[in-house]
């Protein structure tokens, strides 16, 4: 994944963010209209204090060319000359570039006071990163307010208006996604969803502390959330209706643009883009892995994705231990009948093209030298396979766990569904020579299931499993279960049977170690 981890700082200057963004800015206009809306009263006729905001750099949303808002609904929190927090009186009514608000209470005891913006969910210095996002159109951060975003500001008075004026300082961490793909799948698919899961806490309830970072301010407090999705969809009848699109090659924020509130801290991150192919309704999902990184309170790091999803090839189905793939001559890319959707769904075909006898390279290997000796494969790719006994171990204790949603293709079409292993350096007493029992399956023999979890491993430790697409399997020149179940032969034949020969079989749920027919088209593996 390609990731900028350059920091950019929410109240770096207009200028500044011109070169951040690549953007042209009309300082004068801005300018001009700052002053035109910046009142100059202390109070009004309610006796109410103004504490005014005009500086550009201190709005709450960024928008495409610079220029930083207010949006309707903020307000402020400040607590007054007796210690009570008082809310601003009134907030926006829409989006300005400026404003002024108004507060109840006596501020006359001293020259400066916190002031505290907790976002449109949070209450008085208490800030609720939400773990439930939503952004309705590409490039915009007006939902930064219901989203968590919050600050903290020292407002003075001025000498000459007797205004308090204040400049807002965010405290939150912000990621900026900007995925991209040059799949020809993916371009006609719409980003519906990222999903953020962190190794510890990045939303949850904190308190805006301005004594907190020596002196500086910070959210304090630690919670107990470590998932945020950002719903990246319209509504109903919107041009987003489905989904930002995914039509750039390269990152376009206009495109595709996408923003997420969090707490900073030392994070690393699973990020899950969620695509939809709205023709076929198949939605799934495209990972990537931030490894370890300082996500710094009132900065943002942008997050370029090129989105590609792994595609596995139809040419590694064999019968056990053939010496050529089960439809080799008749490969499904070069106009030949191998079958590419499951039979039981539309499109299903049939090809009586397989190998039917042991003068076919493609054909099973017959060797069986007698009960309760080892009959190993000979042949690549099969000889070069786990044995049955590695094979239990990955079973018992490689921790499986089913992923529904990760997203894959094979032979032209998009499926979701596979199993997550750990990898053999990670499994404990790891032993080709026994199984888990303690007995060696290559010549006693032996079979078992064993439940597998429907959590996907966290995103620290994801690095220590490998994935296994559910690529169903042939039978007698039909396909079957992709995307429902995995059957993966091993390099061992049963020890007590002349026909059969070990596989592993996963699907939703669990695990098993198995013996079948030599004869079924069943994947060869890459294990790790």
């Not at 500086?55 to 007796?82: L, N, Q």
């Not at 992923?403 to 350096?425: P, Q, S, V």
Request: contains cysteine; neutral net charge; charged residues 20%.
């Amino acid at each position: 994944m390609k990731k900028t981890m350059k920091r950019h700082s929410f109240i770096t200057r207009l200028a500044s963010l011109a070169i951040v963004c690549g953007l042209t800015l009309a300082f004068a206009s801005c300018a001009n209209d700052d002053l035109a809306q910046n009142g100059k009263t202390s109070t009004d006729d309610n006796g109410l204090t103004a504490f005014s905001t005009g500086e550009p750099a201190t709005r709450t949303t960024m928008e495409a060319d610079g220029t930083f808002y207010w949006e309707a609904g903020d307000k402020i929190w400040v607590k007054d000359d007796s210690g009570n927090w008082k809310q601003s009186s009134n907030s926006p009514t829409g989006k300005t570039a400026s404003f002024k608000f108004l507060m109840p209470g006596k501020y006359t005891a001293k020259s400066s006071y916190e002031v505290y913006y907790p976002g449109k969910n949070g209450n008085q210095n208490q800030v609720t990163i939400s773990a439930n996002q939503t952004q309705t159109e590409p490039n915009t951060t007006a939902h930064f307010g219901a989203s968590g975003d919050c600050g903290i500001a020292k407002a003075t008075r001025n000498a000459t208006s007797h205004e308090f004026e204040f400049a807002l300082d965010h405290k939150a961490a912000y990621l900026v996604f900007k995925p991209y793909t040059s799949n020809d799948v993916l371009k006609h698919c719409y980003l519906t969803k990222i999903e953020v899961t962190s190794d510890n806490d990045i939303t949850s309830t904190y308190t805006l502390d301005p004594t907190a970072a020596t002196g500086t301010g910070a959210l304090t407090g630690i919670g107990s959330g470590k998932k945020i999705e950002l719903i990246t969809k319209g509504n109903s009848g919107s041009t987003f209706q489905n989904g930002f699109p995914l039509t750039n090659t390269s990152a376009s924020l206009t495109t595709n643009g996408a923003y997420m509130v969090i707490k900073p801290g030392t994070h690393t991150l699973r990020i899950r883009y969620w695509v939809k192919d709205v023709a076929t309704n198949i939605e799934g999902t495209i990972t990537k892995i931030i490894p370890s990184h300082t996500f710094a309170k009132n900065e943002y790091v942008n997050m370029e994705a090129d989105l590609q999803i792994k595609n596995y090839d139809g040419d590694h189905y064999y019968m056990w231990d053939a010496q050529e793939q089960y439809w080799k001559g008749h490969e499904w890319n070069n106009g030949g009948s191998q079958p590419t959707i499951n039979r039981n769904q539309p499109g299903g075909t049939i090809s009586n093209d397989y190998a039917k006898s042991n003068t076919d390279l493609r054909y099973w290997n017959k060797s069986y030298p007698g009960d309760g000796i080892s009959n190993p494969a000979t042949h690549s790719p099969c000889a070069g396979l786990p044995n049955v006994n590695e094979m239990a171990w990955y079973a018992a204790k490689g921790d499986p766990r089913w992923d529904a949603d990760e997203l894959w293709t094979t032979m032209g079409h998009l499926y979701k569904g596979g199993m997550w292993f750990k990898k053999k350096a990670n499994i404990s007493e790891f032993d080709p020579n026994t199984a888990v029992d303690g007995r060696d399956w290559r010549t006693n023999g032996g079979e078992n299931s064993w439940p597998a979890s429907n959590t996907l491993p966290s995103a620290a430790d994801a690095n220590n499993y490998f994935y296994l697409p559910a690529l169903g399997n042939y039978d007698s020149g039909r396909m079957f279960n992709v995307s429902y179940s995995g059957r993966y032969w091993s390099s061992s034949a049963h020890p007590w049977s002349n026909t059969d020969a070990y596989d592993l079989y996963f699907r939703s749920g669990a695990v098993s170690l198995t013996y079948d027919h030599r004869y079924f088209g069943y994947r060869i593996g890459a294990f790790e």
